[in-house]
């Protein structure tokens, strides 16, 4: 199951607060993430637990992680249908996965990070 959340939203930090800070996450994909007022965080749940994490900010994504890729396929895809998402700097542990949800790849020059943008992108 796919939810959207803010860090308005009911218990955000009891859902997204293990990757906050987390040296795994950190290490793993190179990135920080913080709770932006104007991000929108796309969770996979899975047996009552979220297992997969991608934040939203102004058509563009921002923080990318999971623990199962084919849940980050199927929330990359929901999010590819339902958004325009412009160019995108991500983690590169991911491009296989983002390949799969159908993003278009267009710049692998960084070492951790590579550009993505949507199938909706004009």
């Excluded at 104007?38 to 990318?64: A, C, E, H, M």
């Excluded at 929901?78 to 491009?95: A, G, H, L």
């Amino acid at each position: 199951m796919i939810i959207k959340l803010t860090n308005q939203s009911k218990n955000f930090y009891a859902h997204v607060g293990k990757i906050f800070g987390s040296r795994e996450v950190e290490k793993i994909t190179g990135d920080r993430f913080y709770d932006d007022d104007d991000k929108v965080w796309y969770l996979y749940y899975s047996r009552g637990n979220p297992d997969t994490f991608v934040s939203v900010q102004k058509n563009k994504i921002k923080n990318v992680w999971t623990e199962n890729k084919k849940h980050l396929i199927d929330v990359l895809k929901q999010i590819n249908e339902e958004r325009k998402i412009d160019e995108s700097v991500v983690p590169v542990v991911f491009k296989e996965e983002y390949e799969k949800a159908h993003f278009k790849i267009l710049e692998n020059g960084y070492k951790n990070f590579i550009k993505i943008r949507g199938e909706k992108h004009d």
